[in-house]
């Protein structure tokens, strides 16, 4: 049973067009995270939420801890933006993860 | 900007060698972690360490797996027997305060191991 489920798995945009990516989980968490991986492999952490919203420039997170669910939203998608977006949810200092959003933005 | 470094960026090894990966955390944190990513899969976690100990691990992490934070500033993973299962990415990281309090995550560009 995967204790972090996002959607969609692949994405594809035209520039401009909103974006959100969904990510549920079943367990009880400190924190959920939303991280970006690179097409060379890095991981960037974008975002650490533990309750409502968060926005930094064209990103913006939300979170429900009753409804245990997060989106992240990207506004005036760019093809920069292409990458995979990864939900991971942690508790003590263990982190379970998403299998990620493969996102591309085509011009 | 601080920054998590590793060391190796690849390395190729036999089955049943020793390996050791090396990272060096962002100076003031006191958290470190390694988590893998075999290609194609998701990331998964395998050891948070604080305060000269592990702190969590998960099933992964077994007696072929080993951390230690051998002086002030780099943190290793041994890995003692390599198995062909072993190839995969290997990520470092470390926060301020641990992920469970909340503590914003910083990645080391991650190290790839082939175990052929």
């Known amino acids: 049973k995967n204790e972090v489920e996002q959607s969609p798995q692949n994405l594809t945009a035209q520039e401009g067009e909103f974006i959100t990516i969904n990510c549920s989980y079943s367990?009880?968490?400190?924190?959920l995270h939303w991280l970006q991986q690179h097409p060379g492999g890095g991981i960037v952490s974008l975002f650490m939420?533990?309750?409502g919203k968060k926005k930094h420039g064209r990103l913006i997170a939300t979170i429900n801890i009753q409804e245990k669910h997060s989106s992240l939203h990207i506004t005036a998608s760019h093809p920069r933006d292409s990458a995979v977006y990864i939900c991971?949810?942690?508790?003590?200092?263990?982190?379970?993860f998403g299998a990620g959003t493969r996102l591309t933005v085509k011009p | 900007e601080p920054e998590v470094t590793q060391t190796p960026s690849h390395q190729v090894t036999q089955m049943g060698q020793e390996v050791i990966l090396r990272c060096v955390p962002i100076?003031?944190?006191?958290?470190f972690y390694w988590y893998r990513q075999i290609l194609g899969q998701k990331v998964e976690f395998l050891v948070s360490?604080?305060?000269?100990?592990?702190?969590?691990k998960s099933e992964i992490f077994d007696d072929q797996f080993s951390v230690e934070r051998p002086d002030g500033s780099n943190f290793t993973l041994k890995i003692r027997s390599t198995k062909l299962e072993d190839s995969a990415m290997y990520f470092c990281?470390?926060?301020?305060?641990?992920?469970?309090?909340?503590?914003?995550?910083?990645f080391g560009e991650g190290s790839r191991l082939t175990v052929l």
């Open positions: 367990v009880g968490i400190s924190a």
């Open positions: 939420l533990s309750s």
């Open positions: 360490f604080y305060n000269n100990e592990i702190s969590e």
């Open positions: 991971a949810v942690s508790f003590n200092n263990d982190m379970r």
């Open positions: 990281a470390s926060s301020e305060r641990g992920t469970g309090a909340t503590g914003e995550l910083f």
């Open positions: 100076s003031n944190h006191l958290y």
